[in-house]
């Protein structure tokens, strides 16, 4: 079974400080995308990771892709209340025939001021 | 700037009905989906569409059906609704495998 898994769920931190999320996923991909959900909105992208050892960075936060361990992160730098949001990672797959994208189940993010 | 757009932000349906959501995107992408979002179980496909008249199931398919009888435009069909197809329900387009996901506004549908 196709599965992405993020973790974790839930994370709660106080302005300034460092945290990363982390996002397993159980087959074999070289790509890997990060999106962010404001609440009440839709979906927007933020990263695109689309090889092994690939790493982009948007302000505070970094995203890094290990396709042989199967592991993404997504790392806050000294978090402020605006990156308050659901963030979620999903993996390209193609379990036959053609792409599709395969999302975890998000993390909602709370900066604390 | 890439646009998705869903023709309804909320929609109450009634047991039964027969409910359409539709979905155009205006930078002829070849690829096109359809997602639930229910709270604690994220994002999970229903179906996809990767060129005109072809569609493919996702993961929960059970309940839908898809048209496409042109490129911009991807529709959602529940033929019979039920109280557990309530659900935000999110369209979203992509250029190629390479690219991610452009999302629509979403549509809240409540069957009652």
């Known amino acids: 079974e196709l599965k992405v898994e993020q973790n974790p769920l839930f994370l709660s931190m106080q302005e300034g400080k460092n945290y990363t999320i982390y996002c397993n996923y159980s087959?074999?991909?070289?790509?890997l995308y990060w999106y962010r959900q404001d609440p009440g909105k839709s979906l927007e992208s933020l990263f695109v990771?689309?090889?092994?050892?690939a790493v982009k960075q948007e302000g505070r936060l970094m995203a890094s892709l290990d396709t042989k361990a199967r592991l993404s992160t997504l790392h806050i730098t000294a978090a402020v209340h605006d990156l308050s949001a659901t963030y979620f990672c999903?993996?390209?797959?193609?379990?036959?025939?053609?792409?599709?994208?395969?999302f975890g189940t998000g993390t909602r993010l709370k900066v604390l001021a | 700037d890439v646009k998705v757009t869903q023709s309804s932000r909320y929609l109450v349906k009634r047991t039964g009905e027969k409910v359409f959501l539709e979905c155009v995107q205006d930078?002829?992408?070849?690829?096109m989906f359809w997602y639930r979002q229910d709270p604690g179980l994220g994002l999970r496909l229903i179906y996809f569409?990767?060129?005109?008249?072809?569609?493919e199931k996702g993961d929960i398919p059970e309940g839908y059906s898809v048209s496409r009888e042109k490129k911009e435009r991807f529709s959602l069909i529940l033929e019979s609704a039920s109280t557990n197809q309530t659900s935000m329900y999110l369209c979203?387009?992509?250029?190629?495998?390479?690219?991610?996901?452009?999302f629509g506004n979403g549509t809240r549908l409540t069957v009652t």
């Open positions: 999903a993996v390209d797959m193609k379990p036959s025939g053609t792409y599709k994208y395969i």
């Open positions: 990771l689309l090889s092994n050892g």
């Open positions: 930078m002829d992408h070849e690829n």
């Open positions: 569409s990767y060129d005109v008249k072809m569609k």
């Open positions: 979203a387009s992509s250029r190629d495998s390479n690219s991610p996901l452009h």
């Open positions: 087959t074999t991909s070289d790509r």
